[in-house]
């Protein structure tokens, strides 16, 4: 047996594999998948539920003792309206991230597209347009490349890549911040 | 293996293509028949699903997912005794016509002798072929490096020598 046999095998192998697993196999294994997938994060939420309802507990017993104290120590607030809008925001940003895990906003959402990028942002010199074009066009294609193979890391990785070559085009400072900038939120009715 | 265990049911989707027709292959190579070796390959891929959130990234997860198919054929051979080598049955099917008759009698020789090789060097074979190394090989069959190596040297020489009569 020669190296040529060997390779001959190896390439008999791994080139012309047996019988593939059936279709009702395949159907069986992957809703055994999504039924685990599932209960996990039943699972998981309910902890979390649990220890939302604990530590809500703790917070809210925390926060009357110290609003009571403030009441006794502190004058009244002047500016209610600058207090109510800092609420508005934050809530409007736990809408859009309770919906998705960080994983989850990647294989979830579709990326802002070059066109949507370019158009959103200002250019001083029309060379810096195009530079930055081929640069957004080249770096999106490895990104959702890497999106779709489950790559999230090194999608993470050369987005800041991206971020750093092109800074004129001012992207947010993470992966999943740069796709829910185009998510809208399902209108409340 | 990380998202899937953290709830992405798309990761697993994507694992799943990624290694189902090699596992099976693998798997398909030392059994007797293609039921058993459809079941073997559901078995499998049912305890990596229920055994993701035990799966730690210390070693590649092919190795890992090798290693628990690997376990599900030594049970099997275990309980109902070793079944028969089906290299060539599954091998010698699909050449197509168009090769030259010479190469054809050459490639059934060889894997007709890949059938009669002791189980771990055939294994050990197979998992060479599909590309892992003598530690994931090691790994993969509960056994020392050295032990992989000789092995595979064992099922070159005997393939080698039986090629050559």
């Known amino acids: ?189 | 293996m990380r998202l899937y265990a953290s709830g992405s049911t798309r990761a697993f989707e994507v694992l799943y293509s990624r290694h189902k027709q090699k596992l099976h292959s693998f798997i398909r190579h030392q059994c007797g028949d293609d039921s058993l070796a459809q079941e073997l390959t559901q078995d499998t891929w049912m305890a990596v699903i229920k055994q993701a959130v035990n799966y730690s990234a210390k070693a590649k997860f092919t190795t890992w997912l090798y290693r628990i198919a690997y376990n599900r054929l030594v049970d099997h051979w275990r309980k109902f005794g070793p079944s028969a080598n089906v290299v060539t049955e599954q091998l010698q099917e699909p050449f197509a016509d168009n090769e030259p008759c010479s190469d054809h009698i050459e490639y059934h020789q060889i894997l007709e002798q890949l059938e009669e090789l002791p189980r771990e060097q055939l294994t050990a074979l197979l998992l060479s072929i599909a590309g892992f190394s003598r530690n994931d090989i090691a790994n993969i069959t509960n056994s020392k490096p050295e032990t992989v190596k000789s092995r595979l040297r064992y099922a070159r020489n005997q393939l080698k020598a039986q090629i050559e009569v």
């Not at chain 1, 066009?137 to 050369?158: C, F, P, V």
Request: hydrophobic share 40%.
């Open chain 1, 1 to 189: 047996m020669n190296q040529k046999h060997l390779e001959t095998l190896n390439s008999i192998i791994s080139k012309r594999p047996a019988t593939a697993p059936d279709s009702e196999i395949d159907q069986a294994i992957l809703q055994a998948a999504k039924q685990h997938a599932a209960q996990r994060r039943n699972s998981v939420f309910s902890t979390s539920v649990n220890f939302v309802g604990h530590a809500g507990a703790a917070l809210i017993v925390t926060t009357v003792f110290f609003t009571a104290l403030a009441k006794i120590i502190l004058p009244a607030p002047s500016n209610i309206a600058h207090g109510l809008d800092g609420i508005t925001n934050s809530n409007k940003l736990s809408a859009a991230t309770q919906a998705y895990s960080p994983d989850q906003v990647l294989l979830e959402l579709s990326l802002p597209s070059v066109t949507d990028i370019i158009r959103s942002t200002e250019f001083m010199r029309e060379d810096q347009r195009s530079a930055a074009t081929m640069e957004l066009i080249s770096a999106l294609a490895d990104i959702n490349n890497l999106l779709d193979q489950g790559e999230l890391d090194l999608a993470r990785t050369r987005y800041l890549e991206l971020r750093e070559r092109c800074y004129v085009c001012q992207l947010p400072n993470s992966l999943e911040a740069f796709a829910l900038s185009r998510y809208k939120p399902p209108k409340s009715s």
